[in-house]
């Protein structure tokens, strides 16, 4: 089982991005879906999580800015970020939890996101 992310790229300030990110392999089901960001020295954090049945939560900072999707027939999760900000830079990660042969918790394997002001 593994996740694939893509989407990211270079932007200018109040522009928008689309992350998706796939998961592959023996899947029975997936439950929770996020996506976290990181920078150089700092820890990572949430931005933006989906439930099975699409109850969504964000960080405070991207309320407003960004959604957070899922189509589970095509097991994959999206991130639409729009008025992006400088403060958006940062590596993305999507994670998911998935049901295969035993639970798996999941990781991409990251994609680099660059707001230039």
């Known amino acids: 089982v593994q996740l694939q992310a893509c989407g990211g790229g270079l932007v200018q300030a109040g522009g928008s991005l689309r992350l998706s990110c796939a998961a592959s392999?023996?899947?029975?089901?997936?439950?929770?879906m996020a996506w976290y960001r990181q920078t150089p020295g700092k820890q990572r954090e949430l931005v933006a999580l989906?439930?099975?049945?699409?109850?969504?939560n964000y960080a405070d900072s991207v309320k407003g800015r960004f959604t957070i999707s899922r189509d589970n027939a095509k097991n994959t999760v999206y991130l639409q970020m729009n008025s992006l900000k400088p403060e958006d830079t940062a590596v993305y990660y999507c994670?998911?939890?998935?049901?295969?042969?035993?639970?798996?918790?999941?990781w991409g394997q990251g994609t680099l996101v660059t707001v230039s002001s």
């Open positions: 989906i439930t099975r049945d699409e109850t969504t």
């Open positions: 994670n998911a939890e998935i049901i295969s042969y035993y639970p798996i918790n999941s």
């Open positions: 392999g023996r899947i029975f089901s997936i439950n929770l």
